[in-house]
């Protein structure tokens, strides 16, 4: 899920500087959504004990 995020964030940012506000607009709103997955999926895996911090 992380290498979608970068990639959606790498076209967003190629799209923002070709003057593709609505490829961009929405790769990165894509991007964001994702981003927010993965940190709830991380602190559930964190309090559940599936991930040990050293």
Same mark, same amino acid.
């Given at each position: 899920?992380l290498q979608w995020?970068? $990639?959606?964030? %790498?076209?967003?940012a190629? =799209?923002?500087?070709?003057g +593709?506000?609505g490829?961009?607009? =929405?790769?990165?709103g894509?991007a964001?959504i %994702? /981003? +927010?997955i #993965?940190l ?5 895996? %964190? +309090?559940?004990? #599936? /991930? $040990?911090?050293?």
């Open positions: 899920m995020i970068l $990639i959606l964030l %790498l076209i967003a190629v =799209a923002s500087l070709l +593709f506000r490829v961009a607009g =929405a790769s990165a894509i964001k %994702l /981003i +927010f #993965v709830i999926v991380m602190i559930i895996a %964190l +309090f559940t004990g #599936v /991930i $040990i911090v050293a």
